[in-house]
Structures are given as structure tokens and as C-alpha cells.
């Protein structure tokens, strides 16, 4: 049965909000933006959003880091991993996100995020600028080789169905605006990269 | 149809956050809270809220609000006014509420959030004496005079079924650790007592 259609959202008007998000980042003297990684499993995206957090703790950052681990566990503990609900995890996490960007803070994502629908979703979410997508180019050999949570064995033994880069698609990024190849790059150096990258953008 | 099992999300193990909660809060000299204000709609909430923060930035104080409004257009647009479907949006602003408090910030929420138990299941979200719950005892009377979106007259005319207060049940905190009636106290008045409560709480 359809909603009643006063039962939908139609009937909420927006609130002033008095402080603004320039003034809460403004407060931690730096701008807010989301640094979207995405890559296959075990492509290194938790390990070097990681990394890059420490990194930027020890400049006096403000950040946040959502992986899909956290995330699961909390606010889409309601989600499996067919394919909609893998759309609805990332959306839900992309309007966090901006949520978060908004509080003045640089937020760090982990997530394989597979579809370039989902990820210009978020993106669009977000100012002009304010989304850094940085795409871990990883090969599936290389991945499968490392296997740090056994998921590629699991799925080839056909226990995982729908799993990205086995029987799933991944839809690499047509223009990230970071591309790394962690078999042949540190986590450490990777994360370097981004921060100067960051500068350069001043964003930090 | 259930999930094949592998499809839910029991495969998740734990990502080792390398950068902690404490850290987070520390960087911003403050304690991680959440400080939900409660109340019909009409009651102050907002108001109150929006007041609060703008006094706890002249603090230098990192913080961030969600309402009912700029969530409902983003994070919880899936979701209608049903009574299923407002403890999913109360859920769902509980999560993001536990992720910024990890984040460091202290965290104000402006939701009617009618019912008991969907406010206990956001206290047992977060470490003790970090929800601060905030009721706003303003009698319907007053609330339904100052209708402040029209709402109550909706309401009394049938065009908004189960609406809190009307002919959906709002349940009164029983143990709050703040009360106000706004018929009879300003903004700036409470806004003032919540943030004495903070200090003495050693919160700010």
C-alpha cells in the first residue's frame, strides 16, 4: 500500500542552521574534504587511509575514518552485500560523509565502492573540490595473492557470491584524482603522496 | 527469500583503527558527547540547539548538529514518517551520532524521537556518561500555539496521521539529566544552564 502522501518528506522545511561549516572547519584551520579511496579487497585502501590519518594527526588534522568494517557494524548493520544493498551501504556512507565534511572535518573512506555510478553520486554530494577520489589500481593477482581476511579463497570456493573481481565487476575510475599501484608502492609512500597532494590543493 | 548466509554481513571482521577516539578529542581539547534534545515538535529544540552551538563555538568548541530536517533530506530520504520508519531514522541519526562523538566532536541532535526505548538504544551506543539527554517538557498547549511549520493545524484538520502529540504517542524520558519547559525559560536561559552542566560535568 502506497504512503499516505503527508506521510512522506515532503512535509519538512529546512532549518536554519547557524553555524555554518566554513566556520567549524575554519575553527580547525583547515577545509574540509572527503578522500574517497577505492580499490579491490586487499588493494591496501585501509591500510594507507591508516597511515595517511596518522600522518595528518601529527599536523594537528582533524579527521575521520569510515571503513566498511566500522560501518557495518553500526548504522548498515541492516545490509547484506546484494548488489542494492552495496549501493545503499555507499550512498548512506557518502551522505555521512558530507555530514562530517561538513563539521569541518577530512574525512577518510575505505570502501571498495565498485560502481562508478555510486561514486559520482558522491561526489556530486560534496563542493566542487571537496571530493579526492583515490583509486588503488592494485591487480587482482596481486590482491588475491595478499587475501589478508581469506575472502578471495572463500569466493573462489564459490562460499562469497557477488564478490568484486571475482564474479562482481569493478568499474575503475575514469579519472581519479590519485592513482596508486600498491605492488609496486609502500602504504607509506603512498600516503606521503597524498599528502602533498593535499597541499598543493590547499587544502591543508 | 532469506540471504544466503555469506551474503549477510557476518563476514566482516574488525578493521584495527590506527587513530583513536581519544586522540580525536584531544587534538580539539574537549570530551567526545552527544547532547540529544527530546521534545514535541514546536518545544525549542532547534532553537535551543542552535543557540547552544553558537555559544560553545565562542568556546573554541568543535561541534556538529543534526536535526530532523537536514537529515531527512539527505541521509534518511528513503525513509517516511511511518512509526517503522521513524525508529530507522532514529537509528540511523544514533549511528552517525556514535561516529562523530569517535570523531571528536560533541554532537547536538534536534529529533521529537518519541519513544523510550529507541532513545536507550542510543545511550547503550555510546561509552557512560556520554548521552546527555535534553528534554523539553514544553507543554502541546504552548507547542501547538507557536505551531511554528503549520504543522498542529495539519494534524488537528487529519492531513498528518500519527503525529506526536496529536494522535501519536510522545513518552517522557524518565531519568533526562536536563529538563526544560520553554513557556517559561528563553533559549539563551537554557542554552546557558546546558552549558553549565558541561563544565560541572567536566565535558568542556
Same mark, same amino acid.
Given at each position: 500500500?502506497?504512503?499516505?502522501?503527508?506521510?512522506?518528506?515532503?512535509?519538512?522545511?529546512?532549518?536554519?542552521?547557524?553555524?555554518?561549516?566554513?566556520?567549524?572547519?575554519?575553527?580547525?584551520?583547515?577545509?574540509? +574534504?572527503?578522500?574517497?579511496?577505492?580499490?579491490?579487497?586487499?588493494?591496501?585502501?585501509?591500510?594507507? /587511509?591508516? +597511515? !595517511?590519518?596518522?600522518?595528518? !594527526?601529527?599536523?594537528?588534522?582533524?579527521?575521520?575514518?569510515?571503513?566498511?568494517?566500522?560501518?557495518?557494524?553500526?548504522?548498515?548493520?541492516?545490509?547484506?552485500?546484494?548488489? &542494492?544493498?552495496?549501493?545503499?551501504? #555507499?550512498?548512506?556512507?557518502?551522505?555521512?560523509?558530507?555530514?562530517?565534511?561538513?563539521?569541518?572535518?577530512?574525512?577518510?573512506? /575505505?570502501? #571498495?565502492?565498485?560502481?562508478?555510478?555510486?561514486?559520482? =553520486?558522491?561526489?556530486? !554530494?560534496?563542493? &566542487?573540490?571537496?571530493?579526492?577520489?583515490?583509486?588503488? &589500481?592494485?591487480?587482482?593477482?596481486? +590482491?588475491?595473492?595478499?587475501?589478508?581476511?581469506?575472502?578471495?579463497?572463500?569466493?573462489?570456493?564459490?562460499?562469497?557470491?557477488?564478490?568484486?573481481?571475482?564474479?562482481?565487476?569493478?568499474?575503475?575510475?575514469?579519472?581519479?584524482?590519485?592513482?596508486?599501484?600498491?605492488?609496486?608502492?609502500? /602504504?607509506?609512500?603512498?600516503?606521503?603522496?597524498?599528502?602533498?597532494? =593535499? /597541499?598543493?590543493?590547499?587544502?591543508?
Amino acid at each position: 500500500m502506497p504512503l499516505h502522501p503527508l506521510r512522506r518528506n515532503t512535509n519538512v522545511s529546512w532549518q536554519r542552521e547557524e553555524v555554518g561549516r566554513t566556520e567549524r572547519a575554519g575553527l580547525k584551520g583547515q577545509r574540509s +574534504c572527503v578522500l574517497w579511496f577505492t580499490g579491490l579487497s586487499g588493494s591496501g585502501k585501509s591500510t594507507i /587511509a591508516n +597511515c !595517511l590519518e596518522r600522518l595528518l !594527526l601529527t599536523q594537528g588534522r582533524h579527521t575521520v575514518l569510515l571503513d566498511g568494517d566500522n560501518v557495518r557494524h553500526g548504522l548498515n548493520k541492516d545490509l547484506g552485500f546484494t548488489e &542494492a544493498d552495496r549501493v545503499e551501504n #555507499i550512498r548512506r556512507v557518502g551522505e555521512v560523509a558530507r555530514l562530517m565534511a561538513d563539521a569541518g572535518l577530512i574525512v577518510l573512506t /575505505a570502501f #571498495i565502492s565498485p560502481f562508478l555510478t555510486e561514486r559520482e =553520486l558522491v561526489r556530486r !554530494l560534496l563542493p &566542487a573540490g571537496e571530493f579526492i577520489e583515490i583509486y588503488l &589500481a592494485t591487480p587482482l593477482t596481486e +590482491c588475491e595473492r595478499r587475501d589478508p581476511k581469506g575472502l578471495y579463497r572463500k569466493a573462489r570456493r564459490g562460499e562469497i557470491p557477488d564478490f568484486t573481481g571475482i564474479d562482481s565487476p569493478y568499474e575503475a575510475p575514469e579519472a581519479p584524482e590519485l592513482r596508486f599501484d600498491t605492488s609496486d608502492c609502500s /602504504a607509506e609512500t603512498c600516503a606521503g603522496i597524498i599528502l602533498e597532494y =593535499l /597541499a598543493e590543493m590547499k587544502l591543508i
